[in-house]
C-alpha cells in the first residue's frame, strides 16, 4: 500500500499562473483534506471531504478551489497563484477514528 | 487564537538525557494525537489518547492525556538523535472529523 500520494513534490509558478495538486489515498478512508505549512504558523486546513461528493471550506479557503473527484482523489486548484500561496502543501486522509494520514507534501513556490 | 498551545517551541538536548514537551488548550477533546514530522516529509501518526488520564507507551516515548482532556505530554527517556523532529498534538473537536493542530515542539538530540 502506497498510503497518500501527492503529485508534484516540487513546483515553481509565476504569479498568475494556475495549478492543481494531485492527491490520492489506497486506505478506502471516507475523509481527505488539504492543509498548507508555513514557518511559525503550524499546519491549517484550507479545505476537507468528508465524504464522496462533498467538500467544505476549512480556515485558509481564499485563493483555492478543489475537487474529491471518487472516493480515492482529492485534487487542490490555485486558478492565478500569488506568492502568499508559497507554502508546502499535505494532503491527509482519515477514517472514523479522527486519526489522520498525511502525504509528503508539495513544496510549491510562486515568484 | 491558537486552540493548542506546545510548549516549548524549541528543545535542544544531549543524547542520552530525559525531555518532556506539553500541548495545552482550555477546550476539551475527544481525542488527541501525537505526530512526529522530519524535515521535508508528511507528519506522521504516533499515538492516539482518547480516556481522560490515559498513558501509552510507545518504546521510550510516553504520552499522557489530562483527567480532564485539555491537555496531553510527550515524556522521551534517553533521548536519541533519531528522536529529533517536530511534534504536533492535534485535537479532535469538531463533529465532523477536522483536527486542531498545535503549532509543534522542535526537538533536536545533539549525539
Known amino acids: 500500500n502506497a498510503g497518500v500520494t501527492q503529485t508534484p513534490k516540487f513546483q515553481v509558478l509565476k504569479t498568475g499562473q494556475s495549478m492543481t495538486l494531485q492527491c490520492a489515498q489506497d486506505?478506502?478512508?471516507?475523509?481527505m483534506y488539504w492543509y498548507r505549512q508555513d514557518p511559525g504558523m503550524g499546519l491549517r486546513l484550507i479545505y476537507y471531504?468528508?465524504?464522496?461528493?462533498?467538500?467544505d471550506k476549512g480556515e485558509v479557503p481564499n485563493g483555492y478551489n478543489v475537487s474529491r473527484l471518487n472516493k480515492r482523489e482529492f485534487s487542490l486548484r490555485l486558478e492565478s497563484a500569488a506568492p502568499s500561496q508559497t507554502s508546502v502543501y499535505f494532503c491527509?486522509?482519515?477514517?472514523?477514528?479522527?486519526?489522520?494520514?498525511f502525504g509528503p507534501g508539495t513544496r510549491l513556490t510562486v515568484t | 487564537t491558537q486552540l493548542l498551545e506546545q510548549s516549548p517551541q524549541f528543545l535542544s538536548i544531549q543524547e542520552g538525557e530525559n525531555l518532556t514537551v506539553y500541548c495545552n488548550s482550555s477546550?476539551?477533546?475527544?481525542?488527541l494525537q501525537w505526530y512526529r514530522q522530519e524535515p521535508g516529509e508528511g507528519p506522521v501518526l504516533l499515538v492516539t489518547?482518547?480516556?481522560?488520564?490515559e498513558v501509552k507507551k510507545l518504546k521510550r516515548l510516553t504520552f499522557q492525556f489530562g483527567d480532564a482532556r485539555k491537555d496531553s505530554s510527550l515524556h522521551i527517556t534517553a533521548a536519541q538523535p533519531g528522536d529529533t523532529g517536530l511534534y504536533l498534538c492535534?485535537?479532535?473537536?469538531?463533529?465532523?472529523?477536522?483536527?486542531?493542530f498545535g503549532k509543534g515542539n522542535q526537538v533536536v538530540v545533539i549525539p
Open positions: 491527509a486522509s482519515g477514517g472514523s477514528t479522527y486519526e489522520q494520514y
Open positions: 486506505m478506502n478512508h471516507n475523509s
Open positions: 471531504s468528508a465524504s464522496e461528493g462533498t467538500t
Open positions: 477546550s476539551v477533546f475527544s481525542s
Open positions: 489518547v482518547v480516556t481522560g488520564g
Open positions: 492535534a485535537g479532535s473537536l469538531y463533529g465532523n472529523n477536522r483536527l486542531a
